[in-house]
């Protein structure tokens, strides 16, 4: 169906950006996904050339339409619906490398949960400083 209009959430879903059309039409009622500049809703008609930008996840993409479509085929027909601008390839790039290199969170952590002894000291240590504290 090249050249006609669609619903954006339809062509977000058609192109799989999204694994559902109704989570499509969520994201753009929160107003994570723009056409031209411009926050969009789901009924929002796209059309070749339009510049859409979304979120997925922690990804902002930038995509340029080529075709329009209403049904969802395989990937590779998916694909050919829209071209990736170059900088948004460069900062998913970047923001994929620094997520790479960043430390691993479970690191930060210098104690876990207390083992059964060490809770038992605890509970030890608090009955013993309330008392204290009472007298």
Do not use: C
């Amino acid at each position: 169906m090249n050249g006609e209009r669609v619903r954006l959430d339809k062509w977000l879903w058609a192109a799989r950006f999204y694994k559902t059309r109704a989570l499509a039409a969520a994201e753009a009622g929160h107003g994570r996904i723009s056409v031209n500049g411009l926050v969009a809703k789901a009924s929002r008609e796209v059309k070749l050339d339009d510049l859409v930008q979304l979120r997925q996840g922690p990804v902002q993409r930038t995509v340029v339409i080529l075709a329009t479509s209403v049904a969802r085929g395989p990937a590779p027909l998916a694909q050919a619906l829209y071209e990736e601008t170059t900088e948004s390839i460069a900062t998913r790039q970047q923001a994929a490398e620094a997520r790479r290199l960043a430390a691993e969170p479970a690191a930060a952590i210098e104690q876990g949960r207390p083992t059964k002894r060490r809770r038992r000291k605890l509970a030890d240590w608090q009955r013993w400083s309330a008392s204290v504290d009472e007298g």
